[in-house]
C-alpha cells in the first residue's frame, strides 16, 4: 500500500513553501495547490518531493546518471533529479534510431563478434566513468556486457560507442568494468568458470581445467581506445570471481575481487552432487581476491606472462611467485565489494550474511609484509589471516549487495532481501564526520522492491557528492499500472541531504526497457559533450576531419569496374544528388555529410530493402557500403522530421537489373 503522509500542519506548511518558493500570489496559489493536492491525494511529504524534483521546462538537470541498460545491450542517461531520460547510447545492439548496425557501427558490433559470430545483444551491467585521481573526470565510459564478455568504449564527447573489445579467455564477464584510479586499465574480471579460452572440457575435469580470470584492458586515453597489444589477464582458480573494485589513495597499485564458489561445485541431478544453488552455498566462507595489479604490471613487462589463445596470461605460480595474489576470507557467497573515498577500507557485502564486512588496507599491506597466513587454497596461493586484515563487521539486515559512500563518513548498503537502503557509520577517519558512533546503523528507507545496486551522486569517487541516491529496484509490483505481465524494473530517487534518520524516497521512475544492474552518477558540469560536431564532415569513429568526407558543390557520383562512389550532402531540406542509378550487382559506396550547423538539425538517411538508416547530426560524415543486388525502384528519405519540408527531402535509387 501506498503510504499516505500527515494530512495537518505539515501539509499546510509545505503548500506554504512552495507557494511562497513560487511567488504564486499567497492567496489564490495557496487554494489552487491545495485544489490540486487534495483532488490527487497527494500529502505534505508529496508535495515536498514534487517540489526537489519537479524540473520546469528548460531547467537543467544537476546530476547525470548512466545506467546499464540490462538486456537492451545499451546505456541509458538519466537526468537528476527529474529523472528523466535523456538518451540512450547504442552500444551492444543494433539501435535504428542511431543508425547503429543499420549503416553506422556495423564495423564496431562486428569486432564483438564471438568466434566469428555475430552477437547482437548485450547483457550490460557495470558502467564505469573514466577516472582522473579516482574522481571521476567525465571524458569516458565504459561498460561491460555479461553475457558475452565484452567491453565497450564510449566517448563522452558525442556519447557514441567506440570500441567493443571480446575477451579471449572467457565467455561471461561480471567484474567489470573498473578502472584504476587514472583509468591506466579497465578491470573486467570473469564470472562463471571455462576452460581458458572456453574450449571444450567434461565438467567432472572442473578442477584441474577450469579457470577464473581477469583481465587488465591497457586504456589509451589519447586514443580514445583500449590498447589490446598492452593488455593482458591473470589466471584465477575457478572461484566465480564476481564484482570487483579498484583500489585508490591508500590503496592504489591494488583492486579486489570477490567470489562465490570456493567449493568449486559443478553442479547436480544426474551427477548425484547437489545442484548448483546449494552447493555453491555450503562453504561457511569465500575468498577475496586481493590483486597487487603494479606488479602485476611489471611482471608482464618483464615477460613473464605465457600466451593462450594469442592472449597473454600470468599463471597462478606466477602470481604467487611473484607476490601478486593474496586471498583472505569472506562471509559466503557475498556480492559487491566496495572501496570507501579515502582507499583506506574495502567493504564486501554479504548477500547471504546479515552483515557487511570492511577489511582495512593498512592491515592487509602488514599481514602481507608478516605473512600472516591461515593457510593456502588449493592451488597453492596464501590466504592472509581473517583477524588480521577485518576491521569492522556491521549488521545491517538481510540481503547485503551493493555499497556506496556520502562525503561525511556515511556509507549506504543495498539490502535485497529486506527491500531497504541502509546507511551506517564508517569508523577511523570518517568517525568524526557523523553524529553517530562508529560501524553502526543509522537507518533504513524501505524501497519498492528488491534493490540490486544504488548509485549516490559521485558516490564511488574520492569525493563523494551525498545529496542523491538512486536504488535500482528489479520489482515494481504494485508501483505503477501494468504493462501486462512483464512489468518495469523501478528507479527511486531518494534525498540523503540531511543527517541522521531522514532520507525520504522523493521520486519513482519507471524503466520498462531491459534490467539494469549498476549506475554511475556525475555532476553533470563535469561533463562537456559537443552539441554539434566541431567541423563540417566530422567522422565520428576517428573524432577527426575525413578528408574523403563529401562537401557542398563538390556531390558528385563516380563509377569504375563495379564500383559505384557517391559523395552526397544533406541539408534542410533536400539531399544531394536525389537520383542515383546503379546496376545490380554493384558494389556501392555513399558517402554523405550532414552540413547543418544548426543544434538539433539532425537528418536521417534510410534506403529501404537494403536495412540502412542513418542519424547524421549536425557536421557529420558517414560512409556506407553495400551490394546493389536487388534491382527495383527505391525511394530514399530523411527519417528525422527536420523541417517543415521533411517530407520533401527524399531521392531515388534506382537499381538497373541485370
Ligand atoms: Cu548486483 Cu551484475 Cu552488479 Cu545485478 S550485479 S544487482
Ligand atoms: Cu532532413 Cu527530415
Known amino acids: ?41 497527494l500529502s505534505a511529504a508529496d508535495l515536498l518531493a514534487a517540489a526537489k524534483t519537479y524540473t520546469p521546462s528548460g531547467m537543467k538537470d544537476e546530476y ?7 538486456h537492451s545491450g545499451q546505456v541509458f542517461v538519466i537526468g537528476v533529479p527529474s529523472m528523466r531520460l535523456l538518451r540512450t547510447i547504442a552500444v551492444f545492439t543494433p539501435e535504428p534510431w542511431q543508425g547503429w548496425g543499420y549503416g ?36 569516458f565510459l565504459f561498460i561491460n556486457d555479461k553475457i558475452n564478455a565484452r567491453i565497450a568504449v564510449i566517448d563522452l564527447r558525442d556519447f557514441e560507442t567506440k570500441q567493443i573489445v571480446k575477451n579471449p579467455l572467457t565467455v561471461s564477464d561480471h567484474g567489470g568494468a573498473f578502472v584504476t584510479p587514472d583509468t591506466e586499465y579497465v578491470i573486467e574480471g570473469a564470472q562463471y568458470a571455462v576452460p581458458l579460452g572456453f574450449d571444450y572440457a567434461p565438467i567432472s575435469e572442473y578442477k584441474d581445467k577450469y579457470r577464473g580470470s581477469v583481465t587488465m584492458w591497457k586504456f589509451d586515453r589519447k586514443a580514445g581506445r583500449i590498447d589490446k597489444s598492452q593488455s593482458f589477464a591473470l589466471e584465477l582458480p575457478p572461484y566465480w570471481q564476481d564484482l570487483a573494485d579498484s583500489g585508490k589513495l591508500a590503496s592504489e597499485g591494488f583492486f579486489f575481487l570477490n ?17 548448483f544453488e546449494a552447493g555453491v552455498s555450503r562453504n561457511a566462507t569465500d575468498y577475496l581476491h586481493i590483486v597487487n595489479w603494479h606488479k602485476a604490471e611489471q611482471a608482464f613487462k618483464d615477460g613473464k606472462a605465457e600466451m593462450i589463445k594469442g592472449f597473454p596470461v600470468l599463471r597462478i605460480q606466477t602470481l604467487i611467485d611473484e607476490g601478486i595474489l593474496f586471498l583472505t576470507p569472506e562471509p559466503r557467497s557475498p556480492h559487491g565489494v566496495d572501496v570507501a573515498p579515502k582507499g583506506d577500507f574495502i567493504v564486501v557485502a554479504g548477500k547471504l550474511d546479515p552483515h557487511v564486512s570492511v577489511y582495512s588496507i593498512d592491515k592487509i599491506k602488514k599481514a602481507i609484509a608478516d605473512k600472516k597466513y591461515s593457510g593456502s587454497d588449493d592451488y597453492g596461493i596464501p590466504v592472509l589471516d581473517f583477524d588480521a586484515v577485518i576491521e569492522a563487521q556491521v549488521e545491517l539486515g538481510l540481503g547485503p549487495l551493493h555499497t556506496q559512500f556520502g562525503p561525511d563518513g556515511y556509507a549506504y548498503t543495498s539490502l535485497f532481501l529486506d527491500s531497504a537502503v541502509a546507511r551506517w557509520t564508517l569508523g577511523g ?21 528488491n534493490v540490486g545496486h544504488i548509485g549516490a551522486a559521485e558516490g564511488d569517487t574520492v569525493s563523494p557528492d551525498g545529496k542523491y541516491l538512486v536504488a535500482f529496484n528489479k520489482w515494481s509490483v504494485d508501483r505503477f ?15 540523503i541531504s540531511a543527517q541522521g534518520t531522514t532520507m525520504p524516497v522523493i521520486y519513482d521512475m519507471p524503466i520498462g526497457i531491459g534490467e539494469p544492474h549498476y549506475a554511475q552518477i556525475i555532476k553533470a558540469d563535469k561533463l562537456k559533450p559537443w552539441s554539434v560536431y566541431p567541423e563540417v564532415g566530422w567522422d565520428p569513429h576517428k573524432q577527426a576531419i575525413d578528408p574523403m568526407a563529401p562537401k557542398p558543390k563538390q556531390e558528385r557520383i563516380e563509377r569504375k569496374d563495379g564500383l559505384v562512389e557517391i559523395y552526397g550532402t544533406a541539408v534542410r531540406s533536400h539531399f544531394t544528388p536525389e537520383h542515383v542509378t ?33 542519424s547524421l547530426e549536425p557536421g557529420e560524415t558517414a560512409k556506407i557500403e553495400f551490394v546493389a543486388d536487388v534491382p527495383g525502384t527505391f525511394p530514399f528519405y530523411c527519417s528525422e522530421f527536420c523541417s517543415a519540408l521533411h517530407l520533401e527531402m527524399m531521392g531515388y535509387l534506382m537499381v538497373e537489373p541485370n
Not at 499500472?481 to 534525498?495: E, K, M, V
Open 1 to 41: 500500500m501506498r503510504q499516505q503522509g500527515s494530512q495537518g500542519t505539515g501539509w499546510k506548511l509545505a503548500v506554504g513553501l512552495i507557494v511562497a518558493l513560487s511567488g504564486v500570489a499567497a492567496g489564490q496559489g495557496m487554494k489552487d495547490v491545495e485544489a490540486v493536492a487534495k483532488e490527487r491525494g
Open 104 to 139: 553506422v557501427g556495423n564495423d564496431i558490433l562486428a569486432e564483438g563478434n564471438v568466434n566469428g559470430k555475430p552477437n547482437l545483444w548485450g547483457d550490460t551491467h557495470h558502467p564505469a566513468i573514466s577516472e582522473t585521481k579516482g574522481d571521476y573526470d567525465g571524458e
Open 429 to 449: 577517519s570518517y568517525g568524526a564526520g557523523t553524529p553517530e558512533p562508529d560501524w553502526t546503523l543509522v537507518s533504513k528507507t524501505s524501497v519498492h522492491y
Open 582 to 614: 546503379v546496376k545490380q550487382g554493384d558494389r556501392v559506396v555513399w558517402r554523405i555529410t550532414n552540413v547543418e550547423r544548426a543544434v538539433d538539425a539532425i537528418h536521417g538517411f534510410a534506403i529501404p530493402a537494403y536495412n540502412i538508416n542513418l
Open 481 to 495: 499500472l501494468h504493462p501486462g505481465p512483464l512489468l518495469a524494473q523501478n528507479f527511486q530517487l531518494i534525498d
Open 64 to 70: 547525470v546518471i548512466f545506467s546499464s541498460g540490462g
Open 259 to 275: 567470489s562465490l564458489n570456493t567449493e568449486m561445485a559443478t553442479g547436480g541431478i544426474e551427477s548425484k552432487q547437489p545442484p
